[in-house]
């Protein structure tokens, strides 16, 4: 394929052809980030993508738009979609052009705004393509490419969206994230608020985990008492008396279930 038309299709699919990119070992200081999580700012309602250094602890949230946080959860979680949505579509187009997707770099943070690039290979040509982050990360995820950030935006990262304190504990005991269903939040997991909290994430080998627990349940009740709170949720497992059996009732995808989580001594 020619360099014209090779610029033509990236343009199509919303991209900036800047030229041939620096050479691999120019991005050496970079340091390896992975999708940790996707989270609702409880304050401004607007969903976050949590970046985790792969050798520290550190995590850097990106603010995003609701359509690309979607499309990066779908991904997450390994749900099929019948049609392919935009991020489908430009995987599929370098694969079918014969490129390989890199990696993808967050190399700078300007007036609150990050900045990517996407790097492709192409018959032994290397091309850097301006980006969105989220975009950036949509796509890399489909295609199995490595993500990294720039020490600089690494150095700036924000702090994490506030939550209510009281969910650190339910965190570090069954290994989940919750949050106080709000309407705000209802609307972005596609859930009728009828009282409950949210379980937006699940760490992996944690006890809820191994229970079973999935990112979007609601939990309504434990052990016959009705949670309306993370607080709520918070007490009853400061209260449980190691080692216990938590009965716990829930919604999933409209549908009541009940979850056993065993507390250990």
């Known amino acids: 394929m020619n360099a014209r038309l090779w610029v033509f299709v990236l343009l199509l699919v919303g991209l900036t052809y800047p030229g041939p990119g620096r050479a ?6 970079t340091v390896q980030v992975r999708v940790k999580r996707i989270l609702l ?20 949230p990106i603010w995003i738009g609701k359509a690309e946080a979607t499309s990066i959860a779908l991904e ?9 949505n935009t991020h489908d579509l430009i995987r599929n187009i370098v694969e079918g052009l014969g490129a390989a997707l890199y ?6 943070l300007k007036d609150s705004t990050y900045f990517a690039t996407i790097t492709l290979k192409l018959k032994g040509q290397e091309y850097k393509i ?10 890399a995820l489909r295609m199995g490419a490595p993500i990294f950030v720039s020490p600089e935006v690494l150095a700036r990262a924000g702090r994490l969206p506030g939550f209510p304190q009281s969910a ?17 939040l209802a609307a972005f997991f596609d859930l009728k608020r009828k009282g409950g909290v949210l379980v937006a994430h699940v760490e992996m080998g944690g006890a809820a985990s191994k229970a079973g627990f999935q990112k979007g349940d609601v939990i309504m009740d434990i ?8 607080e709520d949720v918070e007490s009853l497992v400061k209260k449980a008396k190691k080692p216990a059996r938590l009965n716990m009732h829930i919604r999933r995808k409209g549908k009541a279930q009940t979850v056993v989580l065993r507390l250990p001594s």
């Open 41 to 60: 700012d409880p304050s401004s309602k607007t969903p976050v993508v949590v970046l985790e250094n792969m050798k520290e602890d550190k995590f850097i």
């Open 168 to 184: 650190e504990g339910v965190r570090k005991t069954l290994g989940i994230h919750i949050q106080n269903l709000t309407e705000d």
């Open 130 to 139: 301006d980006s969105r982050p989220s975009d950036a990360i949509a796509v």
């Open 76 to 84: 997450l979680e390994h749900v099929q979609v019948p049609r392919p």
């Open 103 to 108: 990696r993808i770099t967050i190399t700078e």
């Open 223 to 230: 052990n016959g008492q009705a949670i309306d709170s993370v």
């Open 24 to 29: 691999a070992g120019a991005d050496e200081a």
